[in-house]
């Protein structure tokens, strides 16, 4: 079992390297908490909390940074939905997400089941092109009146 957890933790060093980072003791404790669990959606604090709970000494400003130097180096997607409130993707492919209010989660949204479409959407300004769009659907449970 240590040596598979020891391969796990080069590969995730590899990531991190392959990105142009620098592979720190505390980037690459913190990438896998990020990586080692599939696909996740975490704010800074979440990850700081991880960390914390896992013995991994960081500062949460360290977390920021960290996340924000992912994030350029195209290893997260930053998703912001609840005014200052920023979520860290560990999926980077295009993707669309449910945002449950109230609980502060996200859910990435099946695309299997069908494209997500925007309809009637405007031309850009004269110079600009859309280079992605990010859909965030808000969801609530329904009130019992119309369950």
Not at 2 to 17: C, F, G, P, T, W
Not at 75 to 102: C, P, Q, W
Not at 111 to 131: F, M, S, Y
Request: charged content about 25%.
């Amino acid at each position: 079992m240590k040596s598979q957890a020891l391969h796990e933790m080069r590969n995730i060093e590899r990531r991190v390297r392959d990105a142009g980072l620098r592979p720190t003791r505390q980037r690459v404790a913190l990438a896998n908490l990020l990586f080692a669990q599939g696909d996740r959606h975490l704010s800074a604090e979440e990850l700081h909390e991880e960390a914390i709970s896992a013995g991994v000494p960081v500062s949460l400003a360290t977390v920021y940074n960290t996340l924000h130097q992912f994030t350029e180096a195209g290893l997260l997607r930053i998703l912001a939905v609840e005014g200052a409130k920023s979520y860290f993707d560990t999926n980077t492919s295009d993707h669309h997400h449910f945002f449950v209010e109230g609980e502060n989660r996200l859910v990435d949204i099946d695309i299997e089941k069908g494209p997500v479409t925007v309809i009637n959407l405007p031309p850009p300004p004269d110079g600009l092109e859309i280079a992605n769009v990010d859909i965030v659907v808000r969801l609530r449970p329904k009130r019992p009146d119309k369950a």
